[in-house]
């Protein structure tokens, strides 16, 4: 079979990865703490799982990681009917993977969409029993309408994280510098905390986060990407550093932060390994 048509199937995978990563989060947050939050929470930290070892064959195989986000189901206003979504979207993936086995020919490749593939149909179960739980024991929305300028600092970092889990992922797979890679891996996790923790204040505090992200560094040079992810980390600790000191409330000043160190911490890690890729 064509490698570019293989790389195309991956992608469209990919980006349908991506998409349910984000669909269960948002309601996985939008439901608050619970049992059934954090299970799809797990579930949605399986597809990321998938993400990368798809994303991982794409760059073995010398293609280009497409950075789309598939389609989302996220119609309705109740718990039930969001369960209802995800089980459709299981059930989507479902056939996409059967019909993705069937067309490659690659026994390695195979194995791991036959690998993904039982994922999700473990996970079409365990919507399909999230749909009775949450009729038979009622679960709701959390979210309220907040919207000032706290709401908004905090949206803005949650566009930030989202941004530069992204940019690190992708930075990952394509350096060809180990050092640089296990690092990229290392902090877009914890890029995925501080995210965590944004969106949980969000809905603590009666809001609503939007998951969205803005434009990716897409370097190809390993000093490039480290000298764009530099850039970003210091705009961003410098954020949190002013919105820590513009806020009143000291949960809020506690987590803005804690993220700025964090910040700080992965700028000087990066500055390191530029200095290092520059040295070579
Ligand atoms: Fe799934
Ligand atoms: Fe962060
Ligand atoms: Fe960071």
Redesign the pocket.
């Known amino acids: 079979m064509d490698k570019d048509k293989i790389i195309a199937l991956l992608n469209q995978d990919i980006e349908d990865e991506h998409g ?1 990563i984000i669909q269960y989060l948002t309601h996985a947050y939008a439901m608050g703490e619970g049992e059934m939050a954090c299970e799809i929470e797990a ?1 949605a930290r ?2 990321m799982r ?1 993400l990368d070892w798809l994303a991982e064959t794409v760059v073995e195989l010398g293609g280009t990681l497409s950075l789309e986000r598939g389609k989302m189901l996220m119609e309705g206003r109740a718990v039930v009917e969001w369960m209802k979504n995800n089980v459709q ?2 059930d989507g ?1 479902i056939n996409q993977y059967r019909e993705h086995i069937k067309i490659v020919d690659d026994p390695k490749i195979k194995r791991l969409l036959q690998r993904i593939l039982s ?2 149909e473990s ?2 179960g365990d919507f399909k029993h999230f749909v009775d739980k949450a009729q038979r024991e009622g679960a709701e929305d959390v979210r309220g309408s907040r919207q000032d300028g706290t709401t908004q600092t905090l949206n803005w970092g949650i566009e930030h994280e989202y941004t530069v889990i992204l940019q690190y992922l992708l930075h990952s797979y394509m350096t060809r510098n180990e050092e640089v890679k296990e690092q990229m891996q290392d902090q877009a996790i914890n890029e995925m905390q501080h995210l965590g923790w944004l969106a949980e204040e969000m809905v603590d505090s009666g809001s609503s986060p939007r998951i969205e992200h803005t434009e990716v560094d897409q370097s190809t040079k390993t000093a490039d990407m480290l000298r764009a992810d530099i850039k970003i980390e210091r705009e961003v600790a410098a954020a949190y550093d002013r919105a820590a000191k513009e806020t009143a409330e000291s949960d809020l000043k506690k987590l803005f932060l804690r993220l700025r160190d964090h910040e700080v911490y992965h700028a000087d890690v990066f500055s390191d390994l530029l200095k290092e890729e520059e040295e070579k």
């Open positions: 349910a579930i399986e597809e998938h979207l299981e993936a994922d999700e996970h079409h």
